[in-house]
């Protein structure tokens, strides 16, 4: 078992900038043949993919976030993170961090969530307009 924990959720104006991170922890000695994943869900929608990380570190964003979100991973500190930039109002929801094995090195891990094995409990960022 995986433990997912988020951090560094707040409130931002519009423009500013989040630095969102989520650490594992448990069975963590394959954290390395994860693929990881940031998820968002506001209020009354569904949850909604925002940036994939394949083990070999390549990313991949949905359009609303592309060249203002930037994902990455540590593998030797077993985390993930997601930098955004230029926060709309729209980007207001709960972010989540998840986690799905992967055999392939630069296989993409995916956008749908029902595809994910480990979830964190969420980190609320609010975008003040």
């Known amino acids: 078992q995986v433990q997912l924990v988020e951090s560094g959720g707040g409130l931002v104006q519009a423009g500013g900038s989040l630095r969102l991170s989520c650490a594992a922890s448990?069975?963590?000695?394959?954290?390395?043949?994860?693929?990881l994943a940031w998820f968002r869900q506001d209020l009354g929608k569904e949850r909604e993919f925002v940036c994939a990380?394949?083990?070999?570190?390549?990313?991949y964003c949905a359009d609303s976030v592309k060249g203002r979100f930037v994902i990455g991973r540590d593998n030797p500190r077993k985390t993930v993170s997601l930098q955004m930039n230029s926060l709309k109002p729209e980007d207001a929801a709960d972010y989540y961090c998840?986690?799905?094995?992967?055999?392939?090195?630069?296989?993409?891990?995916?956008?749908?969530?029902?595809?994910?094995?480990?979830w964190g409990q969420g980190t609320q960022v609010t975008v003040s307009s």
């Open positions: 448990g069975d963590t000695s394959t954290f390395s043949s994860y693929g």
């Open positions: 998840a986690a799905r094995s992967l055999t392939g090195w630069f296989d993409h891990p995916g956008t749908k969530a029902q595809n994910y094995d480990y």
């Open positions: 990380i394949s083990r070999a570190g390549l990313a």
